[in-house]
């Protein structure tokens, strides 16, 4: 048997085997002579870490009577910061404040700075800190976590002010993955910690920073929210804005915070004057401050801008994701914004780019089409500054063959109905984005079939069936309960016309207190509630027996509805002015209070209806005559 001694594995020839045929030994020979043969080197394992400093296991290996008896006394004591119960123990046995008191090797100090942040622990930490070594601060658990990092995991500030002071290099003690505390801080996103971790780093220098885990800690800070600690690291550390990949993980974290970008408005009263002077095209007082969030996008994008444009394709459409033999990339930058509805993000790149309207993501869909998929209005209305260009934009169709028509066709996802009561509404929100879509996309393209086959109208009309069905039953469930209301409300005003407060006189037939105003004010009122409940319950009637076609809810049962409760509304308002009015008929000036009281008493039903009403009031309202509004801005924010 043949022995290959030590080799593991198969042995890889460099160079072919030589034959005894000498015209085949000759074609090797001239093969040998224009070919390369690749030598293929193994990888080389990274090194590994070195073990965690970690505290004795002395109460841990000993008796157990002893670990109960000490153990977890202390435990429990730092946990809830109880620092007379940790006394005693410490006093007769010092040392054990260098021993683990866990299985995954935590001391004292491990526990008490990962507590909950209270000033009972705090103080506790305060009377241990000095009984301890510089060394003993640098002890690790299991995890390489040194209790400097757990603080800062838990965003205990004045615990970890309190360690730092005592020994500064626990600071720069790396943990598992070379993670710094700072890291922990901004992975747990503790704003305050970071901000303090990050001044006394010294713009992150030391021996275990890299630029890996500086971009590390520049990236979670973005994920947190912690802009204003990731605008002074990009100052400080300008060389991390050459990492390719880095700068992807950050653009696509500020592209998933769209309400990062709303500036700080100025004063209601600098809002009031300037809303004045503005009707005169007149600019004063201060303009909305850029958020955080917008300056550090300003600054990552302008150093991008610069790069070669692959470089630029490479970081906004992020790695590829390989499935089998197909590959994708499910990061791009750019269409991950506009599924978000980030405007502000998409706007600030396609000023310094502005091709970016042309790219396509992996289902050949462009930002607008996205847009319109996603109902976000905002980004759709760019189309309406680009000028002719969105004549060419609006045809591209996917690679399933469907154009803008047929995107909006499709039901948008619920989430994006979250502000618009009722159903009924919903579907008058999805015909008004067909419509509109349907009149910016060219003629020719309206009714041009998609790959299966199927036009936008039809295919609007099925995906919709269901929201149809629902929308009638939502609107027939609610003109139903109105109009049990107007009913009731027409039945007691219709009575109370005739039984007029204080009587007729028998002989004339004419009311005793005619002359007084009161009287009037109580007539003119139940007058106006008998006709405004009549009217509402025309209306509910009116829906009631509507059709319910799809044009059906774009305006007609909108507007029936609005009516139908606003005039609900005023005859309630009419009937309480009424019943408030006959009580001042009623009583005599000397005991004005009982009516006074009375009338206080009856608007409450009023507030009522209208705070649980409002909404839907005001959503109709908006819905029926401000939703023209919702496309084709006039204010530009792309180039202005």
């Given at each position: 048997m043949n022995n290959t001694g030590a080799a593991s594995g198969p042995a890889i020839p460099l160079v072919p085997p030589i034959n005894h045929n000498h015209h085949q030994q000759q074609q090797q020979q001239q093969q040998l002579n224009h070919t390369i043969v690749p030598i293929v080197t193994p990888p080389v394992p990274p090194p590994a870490p070195p073990p965690p400093n970690l505290p004795r296991s002395d109460l841990l290996d000993g008796p157990r009577a002893d670990y109960v008896k000490f153990g977890v006394p202390l435990y429990?004591?730092?946990?809830?910061?109880?620092?007379?119960?940790?006394?005693?123990?410490?006093d007769k046995r010092p040392y054990v404040i260098r021993f683990a008191i866990t299985e995954n090797y935590e001391t004292l100090l491990h526990v008490a700075a990962s507590a909950e942040s209270t000033k009972a622990v705090e103080e506790f930490v305060a009377n241990l800190v000095p009984l301890m070594d510089k060394i003993d601060l640098e002890l690790q658990n299991k995890n390489y976590n040194t209790a400097l990092s757990l603080a800062a995991a838990a965003g205990n500030v004045k615990t970890a002010k309190i360690m730092v002071d005592k020994n500064p290099a626990v600071a720069e003690i790396p943990g598992n993955n070379r993670t710094m505390p700072l890291y922990m801080a901004t992975l747990f996103a503790k704003p305050e910690m970071v901000r303090y971790l990050y001044d006394i780093s010294k713009k992150m220098e030391g021996d275990y920073w890299s630029h890996e885990n500086r971009g590390w800690v520049l990236q979670k800070c973005v994920e947190s929210d912690i802009f204003d600690v990731a605008l002074k690291i990009v100052a400080d550390r300008p060389e991390l804005l050459v990492k390719k990949g880095l700068l992807t993980d950050v653009l696509l974290a500020l592209a998933q915070k769209p309400k990062a970008f709303k500036g700080k408005k100025p004063h209601v009263v600098f809002r009031i004057i300037k809303s004045i002077f503005g009707v005169f095209h007149v600019k004063v007082g201060p303009g909305e401050k850029e958020s955080e969030a917008l300056q550090l996008l300003k600054i990552i994008w302008e150093n991008i801008a610069t790069m070669a444009k692959t470089e630029i394709d490479d970081i906004i459409r992020g790695p590829p994701l390989r499935v089998g033999t197909t590959k994708s990339y499910p990061s791009r930058v750019l269409f991950v914004a506009a599924k978000m509805g980030n405007t502000r993000f998409i706007v600030e790149l396609i000023r310094s780019y502005p091709d970016l309207i042309w790219k396509q993501d992996d289902k050949?869909?462009?930002?607008?089409?996205?847009?319109?998929k996603r109902r976000q209005e905002k980004i759709y209305n760019l189309l309406y500054e680009i000028g002719a260009m969105k004549d060419l934009i609006t045809p591209i169709k996917d690679k399933n063959g469907n154009n803008m028509l047929h995107?909006?066709?499709?039901?948008?996802?619920?989430?994006?109905?979250?502000?618009?009561?009722?159903?009924?509404l919903q579907m008058q929100r999805e015909l008004l984005w067909f419509k509109e879509v349907e009149q910016m996309i060219p003629p020719q393209y309206r009714q041009r079939k998609n790959g299966k086959k199927v036009t936008p109208?039809?295919?609007?009309?099925?995906?919709?069936?269901?929201?149809?069905?629902?929308?009638?039953?939502?609107?027939k469930h609610t003109a139903s309960q109105c109009m049990v209301v107007a009913t009731l409300i027409?039945?007691?005003?219709?009575?109370?016309?005739?039984?007029?407060?204080?009587?007729?006189?028998?002989n004339t037939g004419i009311p005793f207190f005619r002359k007084e105003p009161a009287l009037i004010i109580f007539v003119i009122a139940d007058a106006v509630s008998l006709i405004s409940s009549s009217t509402s319950i025309l209306m509910f009637l009116a829906i009631l027996t509507s059709r319910y076609a799809e044009r059906d809810f774009l305006e007609?049962?909108?507007?029936?509805?609005?009516?139908?409760?606003?005039?609900l509304f005023l005859s309630i308002v009419t009937m309480m002015i009424a019943f408030s009015a006959s009580f001042f008929v009623l009583y005599d000036k000397k005991v004005k209070w009982v009516p006074i009281t009375i009338t206080g008493l009856a608007g409450m039903p009023v507030i009522l209806f209208a705070i649980l009403q409002f909404r839907l009031l005001g959503d109709v309202f908006y819905s029926t005559y401000r939703s023209r509004y919702l496309f084709k801005p006039k204010k530009r924010i792309l180039y202005f």
């Open positions: 429990e004591a730092a946990i809830k910061g109880d620092w007379k119960a940790a006394k005693p123990i410490l050949g869909k462009t930002i607008f089409h996205l847009a319109i995107m909006v066709s499709k039901s948008a996802k619920p989430s994006r109905f979250q502000n618009v009561s009722g159903v009924a109208q039809d295919l609007f009309t099925k995906k919709h069936a269901e929201l149809v069905t629902k929308g009638e039953d939502w609107m027409t039945t007691i005003v219709f009575a109370a016309a005739f039984t007029l407060p204080g009587g007729y006189n028998q007609s049962l909108p507007r029936k509805l609005l009516f139908g409760l606003a005039t």
